[in-house]
């Protein structure tokens, strides 16, 4: 249970958090994926009404700060151009689109490809018209198998056991059945609303899976006993060059404290990659690059 008296205040576009040095934004990256053409754009947005720096958070989003506002609210030219990115589709959920994913899924080794579970569990979220009001920093982890980000700290999420199938977690220690990858989203975005009925909408209500009376067994309704293949825990990648299953190879960058400025940008845009990951570990992977 918990002893608060307000509302979580995460940060969002929509709802900035005001710090002495103006106002501070976060985006939400949904299995950590940053469009290059989005990267480009939320630089100018930095360099032109911010502190000129993109931070990387520890849930793999990105964060801006140092802008002006009036009363809490954004000037309307910064609102647009980070809407303009495409990273806010939907503006009424942008701050519970919190879905961490192991960052080489589909690319290197793992037991399944989770991309296409996090792209429809992120469209789930926002088609249902109630997550909006998830806590802003409830967490969705989805783990591949490898066990890179397995020991996170979550409210919902999964473990891979095979290619096609997943274990179901409700907190840290709560587990639920093995579904199919086809519906696991599914099945992660019904539990999402089990929490918010038995969460309520106090002002003191929980934030998080184990705040609830009976934690994640509360939304998964029985106990089930963790396969020995869920209980897996591996760190980070290194750093460096990492070779592809598909041949090519992907390059693991630390990022600065201070964040990417618009040099630190124009060097990764030089890689011409569509995208790059951003990593729980506040580092970047650039991915799919020929060899050469």
Known sequence: MTTRTRRDLCPGLLRPWIAEDGALVRVRLPGGTLPIDALVALADVAEQHGDGAIRLTSRANLQLRGFDHDGGVLPETVVDAVMATGLIPSP?????????????????????????????????????????????RFLFVLDDGRGDVAGRDLDLGLVAVDAGRARVRAGR??????VTLDRAAQA????AARFLEAAGAQP?????????????????????EALPG?????GPPALGRITQDDGRHA??????????????????????????????????????????
């Open 92 to 136: 009424s959920h942008e701050r519970v689109r919190n879905i961490m994913v192991s960052p080489l899924t589909g690319r290197v080794g793992g037991r399944a490809d989770l991309r296409p579970v996090v792209r429809r569990l992120d469209e789930l979220v926002c088609a249902e018209a109630g997550l909006a009001e998830l806590p802003g």
């Open 173 to 178: 220690t709560a587990w639920g059945k093995v």
């Open 188 to 191: 992660l975005t019904t539990l």
């Open 204 to 224: 003191g209500s929980p934030w998080h899976v184990d705040e609830l009376p009976a934690g994640g067994e509360a939304l998964l309704g029985e106990r089930v």
């Open 230 to 234: 869920t209980r897996v825990a591996t």
């Open 251 to 292: 390059l693991h960058l630390a990022v600065p404290g201070t964040g990417l400025d618009r040099r630190l940008v124009d060097e990764i845009v030089a890689w011409d990659t569509p995208h790059v990951i951003v990593t729980p570990w506040r580092t970047l992977i650039v991915p799919d690059l020929e060899n050469g």
